[in-house]
């Protein structure tokens, strides 16, 4: 005969939760012996392991105690529906550990495979870390508004990093950034994307990227003039060269966004 520990050890529970079964009626509780002991014997230990198993499967108690009553043609049904209920848990875990593989992933957490593609190229090219992820974010936006157009984008973006003076574009950036407001770098700036603005207009590539929605792209607009004080200069020193705007400049004289 058994102790109620040595039951609950065979059985894979504790003390304490056969002395619960006992009081909600789910486990017999057998007569103490003449020391004022329970004493359990090997039938016992059998219903408390079908009790266990119920349980850690999910089953309430209350369900539990009609299971160990049914015939078997119930206990087999319900057996069959706590299953089903059990792999649609697997495929909401699964669910969630692929959505928590993708927080980890960085830039594929809300981007498209050809944004992550050029946010990389942009770190290749010796891009800081602060000035990506600031592009990063502002994708994520455009992203979430144009989700057809990303890969359009995400070839012009492409194509623009062919040219070197888009990379050192970025680098001035990035010194501004990170050594502060000094103005002959920001007007060095300022004349470096005005000129490749200029060329893009005369190519006619302006025109192609129309957006279509102002209230948007001034919505992107404010967030990257809340990330740092130079676009706010940067914007004031390109209207005195003919272009305004930030996300998609457009000339001053013909308020053609582009």
Same mark, same amino acid.
């Given at each position: 005969m058994l102790t109620i520990g040595q039951l609950a050890s065979y059985a894979g529970v504790t003390p304490r939760a056969v002395r619960h079964y006992h009081q909600i009626g789910l486990l017999p509780e057998?007569?103490?012996? /003449?020391? $004022?002991?329970?004493?359990?014997?090997?039938? /016992?230990?059998?219903?408390?392991?079908?009790?266990?198993?119920?349980a850690e499967a999910g089953v309430p108690l209350v369900r539990v105690q009609e299971l160990l009553e049914a015939g078997e043609e119930e206990f087999a049904a319900a057996v069959g529906e706590i299953d089903r209920r059990l792999r649609d848990e697997v495929r909401a875990l699964q669910e969630h550990r692929r959505r928590i593989a993708r927080?980890? /992933? $960085?830039?594929s957490l809300a981007l498209p495979p050809e944004a992550v593609a050029?946010?990389?190229r942009l770190r290749a090219s010796g891009v800081p870390a602060a000035l990506v992820e600031g592009e990063r974010d502002g994708w994520i936006l455009l992203a979430a508004r144009w989700p057809e157009r990303m890969p359009e984008f995400m070839g012009d973006?492409?194509?623009?990093?062919?040219?070197p003076r888009t990379v050192r574009m970025y680098l001035l950036m990035a010194e501004v950034h990170e050594g502060g407001m000094d103005e002959g770098l920001l007007t060095t700036l300022a004349d470096l994307m005005a000129e490749m603005m200029d060329e893009? /207009?005369?190519? $006619?590539?302006?025109?192609?990227?129309?957006? $279509?929605d102002d209230a948007f792209i001034d919505l992107v607009d404010s967030f990257a003039l809340d990330a740092h004080p130079m676009i706010q200069r940067l914007q004031e020193l390109l209207a005195e060269r003919g272009w305004t705007g930030w996300s998609h400049l457009e000339r001053v004289t013909t308020s053609v966004r582009t």
């Open positions: 057998p007569a103490r012996n /003449a020391s $004022g002991y329970r004493s359990y014997d090997a039938r /016992a230990v059998i219903e408390l392991i079908r009790i266990r198993t119920l927080l980890a /992933a $960085g830039d050029y946010l990389d973006k492409m194509a623009q990093l062919d040219d893009a /207009a005369e190519r $006619g590539e302006l025109e192609r990227q129309e957006m $279509g």
